[in-house]
């Protein structure tokens, strides 16, 4: 879809794409951190009606098979429907979801919450990235796509890491730990909500609007094998990365007995916040480097992890585990999607990268089930032990061959 080329710097609404460009970001960065509220509470939940660890993996589950299907059925409608008619419904969809967590907040209806979240962040996601970029070119006509690329991407991954730590602080410090963060958010996203609406829209909405079609994957014959290469090393990064969003709280309260809320959301922080920083740190960087380089950091921080686990260590290798993971996998994120961009003309990139990010959402619930249904017959830590063995060895398989191909 072409986009419109008026370069004028203020809408018929009364702000200037160059505001705009902030107000997009920063409601991105909302939305991301509004997905990651549950994180610090699942082990009061857990205390409060006694469900197990297999229940929050389920729970945690319910939302990536929300992202699944909306990234498939709605994901790439921001470019045919226009930016806003897609980002104001997906943002409606998470005040539905905190609504229910505040009114519902039974199992099932953690269940249906989390399912409703994910909707939502399937819509959004890759639309509201577009339209930051579309933002970013049209306030300043000529640039590159850098400052685009940067603000979603800090948005996209520090919101995780920023919703846990806020909503970890709230529940220590704050009466009403199952409620004051969806209230709190609740009260963002509506603000998000009013300043999408004043946004102006980026994409040329066409006269005849074609006929609708789930997001294809398609990729050419000849780069199918580097596609899954890709493909093997997102998955790993999203495995990584579901971990501490689902069960690394819970861990640190059950196995390292730490009980506070402030501490788990300091731990999710800082894994997301070394991802996030990770890929503006390896920017520069030859792809081949990138590969190499977060495939060794998501080794030895994986490696720390299970180190921990066995030994029943410090915090303190808890967290320095999560932190080089999380470079790591922010890094190999990096680096996949620069591989599926490589792939394919400018006419079906949209479609390889939606393909790597769906084996990337896969990643992102596959191995916590996983984890969870483990933990039904052995030990929580046993399961992340086994955990780390198989996220190793599919990060490995996919980037060793991955190295070899992309020096040819």
Known sequence: MTLERDTTTTSARGVSHGTGFWIAGAAFLIVMAYSTVPTPLWSLYQQRDGFSTFAVTVAFAAYAVGV??????????????????????????????????????????????RVISGLGI????????????????????????????????AANLGGFGAGALLSGMLARFVDGPLVTPYAVFLVLL???????????ETAAVPAVRPAYRPQRVRVPAAARGRFFLAGGIAFAAFAVLGLFTSLAPVFVAGQLHITSRATAGLVVFVTFAAAAGSQIAVRSLGLRIQVLLGAVLLVAGIATLATVVVTVGSIGFFVLGGVVSGAGAGTLLKAALAVGASLAPPQNRGEVLAGIFLIGYVGLTVPVVGIGVATLSVSLATALVGFAVVIIAIA?????????ALRN
């Open 396 to 404: 490995l398989s996919a980037a060793l061959p991955l190295l070899k």
């Open 190 to 200: 509506v603000l998000a909500f009013a300043g999408i609406a004043l946004v102006p």
């Open 68 to 113: 699944v299907i909306s990234l498939f059925l709605a994901g790439h409608l921001g470019d045919s429907l226009g930016r806003r008619r897609i980002l104001l419904p997906a943002i409606g969809l998470e005040i539905v979801s905190a609504v229910l967590f505040i009114v519902w907040p039974a199992l099932p209806g953690l269940i249906v919450a």
């Open 122 to 153: 399937g819509m959004l996601t890759a639309t509201v990235t577009a339209h930051i970029l579309d933002l970013h070119l049209k306030a300043r006509p000529g640039s590159g796509p850098a400052r685009g690329q940067i603000v979603s991407g």
